[in-house]
């Protein structure tokens, strides 16, 4: 496995294997042509010495290739290279002893630089980078290396060496040869060991493998050259020296393929192979197997071996068997601590993927909670949307459509009328009479029962594939579609108020209701929703106005009206500020006495650009704008103001009284007592001199809230009268718990009094329960004598109208109170101005009659 190759690798191999088979055939070649020893001899040192300085070289070329590349490795070289070198020095020496000096060498010549060469080979060896091993591994590689060596060393010393110093006594020479060369090739053999049982060494295995077989053959000439020494058989140019030739050959190509794949290197771990089988196989036998062959050789080898010689022997053996047994044995604990290890891991393992298992269960648990979880928020979600896309267009209440919708539908026929104009359609705009009575008495609660019920029957009424919706409160609209399918609007608008004759059951109660219903019927004015519903609701209020529980159907003229209205609401704001308000005054008649007792003070607002606008225009504008509560305050104190001013000019005006109109806004008022307290305070004017009238119907709007407020203004000693009585529909049974002084019965039934029995019969009822509750009686609007005697004999006491006196200007009146007792009643009849005003809004004029 080798991370990167140099490319040159593979074809460098060639030219390595080409160049060292060459240089093992040429020596062969000669050794086996020439014959002659002393010439061998010489081919020999000259072959060692330069085989032996290629192989410098080379080693020198892998130091200088690794020294950048692989620091590491470098230095290994550059030992090896040393040891080379070293042994350059014992070779040249042979060279020039042997060939420039024709002597034979001696056997120790540079034998120290041999040993010490192998010395610095054994270093280089182990500075070979190698894998990262523990403390066990490293003693069990040195009791290995150390059997292995020692078995060598026993069979080499029982074989060889032990014989030959049995049969001579040696000389120094030869022991120190016989010591010194097997010693380093030991040493050698101890270093190849250590490289072959190397585990997964981080080397590539070539340039090692060549080294391996090149020390191999050193070792064994090394041997051999012992021997030979030792048996004094040497002489340059045996076939023995070849083998240091070949030494250094496999050296050489060893380094050069180093210094050619000097970027290769193991990154990762080697793949265990049968080459790594083979390996590990041969260094587990290894050095049992060399105490087995040691002590084989020691039983079937005795060549005349002394018992010294056995005992040393088997002492050596032994020791071999203490690191064999040693090391087995630690080979063994290893293996039990790493069983160990290995169930606990296991044990833990499996521990650890239950606790997996378990918070895999946990998070799929949790997962499909979530989930589930999430389905119910997005379900949630998707209905509060649904819902609240519902009540975007729905009326909460009642569940119908509501504005938005409804206008929606507006603008899809509106836009069908922009493709066929012909296509019509309608709108009806619903209130309902009375509803606030109904709210306001009840209350809300059943006020919106009331509204469901109500917007329930609506729907009953209204024609399959057409629209209604509540805009708000008790309002409603319907949307008619397709006019020319048989839809007539008006006549649609009639069943409705058909369906609402009959009453509503709501919690006990029975209600009456009815609808005001305006219609519009679209046309070119219309080109937005809000123009349809503005015209209906204009429509809506002109039924309101016309009494209520009927139809009418827009026309343009409503829309002008109500522009116009609306111009003189706005200038209605201004006019308390720019003084445009000014009062009239209408004498009251006593018949008994025939004389005045006072006036009723009458508003009248003088519009710059439209002339005297009559109180009927501008009254019900105030009052629904609020602007009633200033108006109504400057009136009473106008009022009260005038009296006062005529009483101090006049005492015949001293016992006389000013009638002001309340409005059912001013009645509800609730500080109204204090109101006309301070008013006459301010002014200096007897409360019995001022008369506040209040229209009946207005008292029934909310009779105990109109008898609170009627009890505390009697109190301040104020009359109470109720004005135009007989057409607000009163229950008489409140009548005597009102607080009042005086009836005034509206002009229509006086109106009447000429045509029939039937009216005279009522203002004569009138006058009968007005006296039997101890109420005085005045006939109002009376114009004509015949008129006035009716009245007078069907027991009204007092008469205002016309015929006494039109609403005239302050100066007028005061006119009239000076004739008037004076007894020249017809002389200012005769003198008094006309007042004359106009109504603007509906375009007509009002001439006083007489
Ligand atoms: P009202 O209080 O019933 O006043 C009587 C109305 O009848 C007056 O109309 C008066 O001019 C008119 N009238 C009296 N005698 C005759 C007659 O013989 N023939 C005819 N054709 N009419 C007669 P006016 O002044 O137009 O007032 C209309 C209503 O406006 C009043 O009815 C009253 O309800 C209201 N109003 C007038 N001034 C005030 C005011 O200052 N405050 C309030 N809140 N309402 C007022
Ligand atoms: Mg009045
Ligand atoms: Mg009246």
Known sequence: MYDSLDPRRSRAWRYILLGGTVALLLPSYFFLTVTDLPTRGIFTDLC????????????????????????????????LTLAVGTLLVTVTLWFMVEVLLQRQAAASTGAIFILFANLLIWWGIHLIPQAKQSAAQIIRRILDSVTVLLGSALIIWWVWINPIFHESTPDLESLLVAILYPVGGLTVVAALISLLFEERPL??????????????????????????????????????????????????????????????????????????????????????????????????????KRILDYIL???????????????????????FSLTFALRTELAERRRAQKDLQRINEALEYHVAKRTEDLVQLNEQLRQNERQLRFEAFHDRLTGLPNRAAFVNHLEDELNITRISPAYHFAVLFLDYDGFKIVNDSLGHWLGDEFLM????????????????????????????????????????????????????????????????????????????????????????????????????MFDSTMRAQAIA????????????????????????????????????????????????????????????????????????????????????????AAELTVSVNISARQLHQSDLSALVQRTLQKVGLPASSLKLEITESVFMEDIEAAIAASVSLR???????????????????????????????????????????????????????AHNLQLSVIAEGV????????????????????????????????????????????????????????????????????
């Open 313 to 335: 022997m088997a002492i050596g053996i032994a020791l071999m068997f203490v690191f064999v047994s040693v090391r087995q044995l630690m080979t063994l604990l290893e293996n």
């Open 48 to 79: 060692n010495f330069t085989y032996n300085v290629i192989t410098v070289c080379t080693f020198g070329w892998a130091s200088y290739r690794t020294r950048k590349a692989r620091p590491a490795l470098y230095r290994a070289w550059f030992v």
């Open 453 to 552: 019920a109500l917007a329930q029957r609506l729907q009953t009424c209204v024609p399959a594939g057409n629209f209604v919706a509540r805009l708000g409160g008790d309002e409603f609209v319907i949307l008619l579609r397709n006019l020319s399918e048989n839809h007539l609007p008006l006549a649609f608008a009639e069943q409705i108020q058909q369906a609402f004759r009959q009453p509503f059951e709501i919690r006990g109660y029975r209600l009456f209701t009815s609808a005001s219903i305006g219609v519009v019927i679209n046309d070119e004015t219309h080109s937005t929703a809000d123009d349809l519903l503005r015209d209906a609701d204009i429509a809506m209020y002109r039924a309101k106005e016309a009494g209520k529980a009927r139809c009418v």
């Open 783 to 850: 114009e004509t004598e015949e008129q006035l005697t009716h009245v007078e004999l069907l027991g009204c006491e007092q008469v205002q109208g016309y015929l006494i006196a039109k609403p005239l200007s302050n100066l007028d009146a005061e006119r009239f109170i000076q004739s008037s007792f004076d007894r020249n009643f017809s002389a200012h009849m005769a003198n008094a101005t006309p007042v004359s005003f106009t109504c603007p809004a509906l375009a007509a004029t009002v001439h006083p009659s007489h």
């Open 565 to 652: 209205r609306l111009g003189l609401e706005t200038a209605l704001r201004n006019a308390l500020a720019h003084n445009e308000m000014h009062l009239v005054y209408q004498p009251i008649w006593e018949l008994a006495s025939q004389q005045i007792t006072g006036f009723e003070a009458l508003v009248r607002w003088r519009h710059a650009e439209h002339g005297v606008i009559a109180p009927n225009e501008f009254i019900p504008i105030a009052e629904e704008t609020g602007l009633i509560i200033p108006l109504g305050e400057w009136v009473l104190e106008e009022a009260c103001r005038q009296l006062k001013e005529w009483q101090a000019r006049r005492p015949q």
């Open 203 to 304: 080397q590539p295995r070539g340039p090692l493998l060549l080294l391996s077989v090149s020390f191999l053959f050193m070792s064994t000439g090394h041997l051999w050259f012992a021997i030979q020494t030792a048996t004094k058989q040497y002489q340059s140019g045996l076939w023995g020296d070849y083998i240091w030739l070949v030494a250094f050959v496999f050296a050489a190509m060893s380094a050069a393929l180093q210094a050619t794949t000097v970027h290769a290197a193991r990154t990762t771990e080697p793949p265990i192979d049968l080459r790594y089988r083979v390996v590990y196989g041969i260094r587990i036998a290894l050095p049992p197997l060399t105490m087995l062959v040691t002590y084989l050789i020691m039983v079937f080898v005795h060549n005349d």
């Open 715 to 769: 109190a301040l000693g104020v009359q109470l009268q109720i004005d135009d009585f007989g057409t607000g529909y009163s229950s008489f049974s409140y009548l005597h718990r009102l607080p009042l002084n005086t009836l005034k019965i509206d002009k229509s039934f006086i109106d009447g009094i000429n045509q029939g029995e039937q009216h005279s019969e009522i203002v004569r009822a009138i006058a009968t329960l």
